[in-house]
């Protein structure tokens, strides 16, 4: 059985503080299958990372089988749970900005073309430029970051 108790993930990012998961409580009874259904970025990949502490909660805990997991050696707490990695191949150590414009920067546009094809690609995929340029990949949900990976992908010399 999974439950998690008054679950809470608070990021700080550049425009202020995101709460990510709000105080969550749910059980899932053991050979149940539970579905995590909502819009893009309102936590639900943040909420399945804190199930196997691949980010830590900011308050509140997560019980398996009774156990609370933060306990738990997380090598053990991750080789008894099924996980599918959702990541999308974007530099970590790049904005978002830079992320999408790295192919049309190799083909040797000017920067004032690729920063616009940028934003326009964000656009496409519902993501405010001017909240999104210049933050990281660990600062978006996992929904938001598949729509960035969409864009780097996108034929970026159509035009």
Known sequence: MIQLENLTKIF???DGVVTAADNINMTVPKGEIC???G???C???TTLKMLNRIIPPTSGRVMINGEDTSTLDT???RRNIGYV???IGLFPNMT???NIAIVPRLLGWEKKRYLARAEELLAMVALEPKTFMQRYPRELSGGQQ???GLSVHWRLIRR
């Open 96 to 98: 978002i900005a830079e």
């Open 39 to 41: 819009p893009s970025g």
């Open 85 to 87: 990695i959702q990541q």
């Open 43 to 45: 936590g639900k990949t």
């Open 146 to 148: 598949q729509r960035v």
């Open 75 to 77: 090598i053990t707490l």
């Open 12 to 14: 700080e990012t550049p």
């Open 35 to 37: 579905v995590l259904l």
